[in-house]
């Protein structure tokens, strides 16, 4: 697939396509922005009877039949799409729930845009933000934006930062026991916390510049209130990170999730297993890979699973690399992932390199992979030569 140069629709333009809509197909990329736009997207439809069908897909094709709507989300491609970049795609999302009369979960939508990189309230967040501070959802308080209740549980696996403990639940666990932190803990614990977090980040051996800005969006987070309806998660931010990890290793589950108005607990531990499982993997291979810089591009070699190589790339690109671009490469599949730090059409690159090996290249502006057969040294030096 080539991503196109189309207009991104004004939120009131795709809702009247919607709201007369006989079936509507949702394919969304496998990222958490774009899950969570389309859990926003199918709650909207579910509560105007609209039939549809929602699925994730790592480089989507608008698919249709006859009198079907097709709407792609995080890319550009067809008629339809919500691709972000700009704003959010869930951003878009949300407002396109409300212009079809339905009133949108605003912590879904700030998910959405935390896992797309943005700060609630920030890039077109701020009506979700708004919506959701109305409604007592969420509280923004010091401290580290984490899934769990657990903190060694949720800071070794979450992939919104990268601590000399990321991966290990004991060491993290004995780093935190230095702190004496209370057992339920008051402001200054979470900020004691956040600073020993920051700090460790900052400080870590082979810590890039980019990483001391790049933990920010996992700092002071946003709490989800206990009373909001449904509510799976401690906060925005950790909300974030599962979705982000669901979109690759449970792509169904995410999109239930977003869907869901009040998820059960069966859902909700699902989730929680998936991006714990997801997030320890990672860190553990970032921990064992052979790492060097070349002109423009840091290349991680690793031995993960096939899922977690996007999220590794991320990682690196987020708090290792000096380079604009982390490439991350897993010699025994052959797999390649590339996170940029800034949109460069990085998704056409990874297809035309992979078009020349004969594989599959996927992705969007600011990220991408390639799989081949071909020996991964040659993969990897046709996509550095591409960059």
Avoid: K, N
């Avoid at 390639?370 to 030096?381: K, M, S």
């Amino acid at each position: 697939m080539t991503e196109t140069a189309t207009a991104t629709p004004t939120p009131d333009a795709l809702a009247s396509v919607l709201a007369d809509a006989p079936f509507v197909r949702l394919v969304a990329t496998d990222d958490g922005d774009a899950v969570a736009a389309t859990g926003l997207l199918a709650g909207a439809l579910r509560e105007r009877a609209v039939p549809f069908q929602a699925r994730v897909s790592r480089d989507p094709l608008p698919e249709t039949g006859d009198d079907e709507v097709a709407v792609t989300v995080g890319v550009d491609a067809g008629p339809h799409s919500l691709p972000g970049g700009g704003c959010p795609a869930s951003t878009t999302a949300f407002a396109v729930a409300r212009e079809l009369g339905v009133d949108p979960d605003p912590v879904v939508a700030l998910a959405g845009g935390v896992a797309a990189g943005s700060i609630p309230g920030t890039d077109g967040t701020g009506d979700a933000l708004e919506a959701a501070e109305r409604a007592a959802d969420v509280t923004r308080r010091p401290g580290v934006g984490i899934p769990c209740v657990d903190l060694a549980d949720g800071l070794s696996a979450s992939t919104l930062l990268r601590t000399p403990y990321s991966g290990d639940p004991e060491a993290t666990r004995a780093t935190i026991a230095t702190l004496g932190l209370p057992a339920t803990l008051d402001e200054d614990a979470h900020r004691r916390l956040a600073s020993l977090v920051a700090v460790d980040v900052a400080a870590a051996e082979g810590a890039s510049d980019r990483a001391a800005s790049a933990v920010e969006r996992a700092l002071r987070p946003y709490a989800i209130a206990s009373t909001t309806p449904g509510a799976p998660f401690e906060t925005v931010g950790g909300y974030a990170d599962v979705l982000d990890v669901l979109a690759r290793e449970e792509p169904g589950v995410g999109v239930a999730l977003a869907i869901a108005t009040d998820p059960g607990d069966g859902l909700v531990s699902a989730a929680r297993d998936a991006w714990r499982a997801h997030g320890l993997a990672a860190h553990r291979a970032l921990d064992a890979a052979t790492t060097g810089r070349y002109d423009g591009c840091v290349v991680a070699r690793v031995d993960a699973p096939a899922s977690t190589i996007p999220t590794i790339a991320r990682i690196v690109r987020d708090f290792r690399s000096p380079e604009p671009v982390a490439v991350v490469l897993d010699e025994s599949s052959g797999r390649i992932a590339a996170a940029a730090t800034e949109s460069m059409g990085l998704g056409d690159v990874c297809r035309s390199v992979a078009a020349e090996l004969g594989g599959e290249g996927w992705g969007a502006d600011a990220r991408g992979g390639v799989d081949t057969t071909a020996d991964p040294t040659d993969a990897l030096a046709a996509l550095r030569e591409a960059l």
